[in-house]
């Protein structure tokens, strides 16, 4: 990748293919031949990308960063296929919900923001955190966590809730230990 950092990476499940993110704003597609990568796709975004998300079940990755817009891409040649806008700073972190369906991104707008990757409609907007987010997993179909600046962990509980369905559901902050405070 020459000079520049690599801020993200992720393969496919099967191991053959391997996607990164580079301070050079460039997301690079590598095919995966012996022992050895071989780059085979190249797309730019205008500054640093931040982070990278995969949906093998319709071959779209998903890139962001430094100029604040996810980027939606065709995995084999990196053709650009949309663009999702709305935050206002830069973008440090997006996870997708296992089935495809659903995109969440953190931003260094102190927002979180759920998107349909369908159309790339901002469906959910959570503000109210005193820093950036900076990290965001799934832990199944059900839990979202994310975590921010503010050394807090958010938990979010996605799925139905009394007969209705929804995405949002804050649930319990939890502050980070400080060294030596026990498990």
Known sequence: NGDAWVR??????????LFTADDDGRVRAWARSQDKFALTAEASHSHRVWCLAL????????S?????VIRVWETASLKKLNLYEGHGSWIRSMSLLQDG???????????????????GRCFRRRTGYARRVFAIGFGSEDV????????????????VDEGRSSYF???RVCQRRRRGEGV
């Open 8 to 17: 993200d990476c992720l393969f496919n499940t099967a191991g053959d293919a």
């Open 55 to 62: 949906d093998e079940g319709s071959s779209r990755l998903f």
């Open 64 to 68: 962001a960063g430094n100029d604040s």
């Open 101 to 119: 369906r659903v995109l969440v991104s953190g931003s260094e707008d102190q927002t979180l923001r759920f998107w349909r990757t369908e159309g």
């Open 144 to 159: 979202l966590v994310c975590g921010t600046g503010d050394h807090k962990l958010v938990k979010f509980d996605l799925g």
């Open 169 to 171: 559901q804050p649930g």
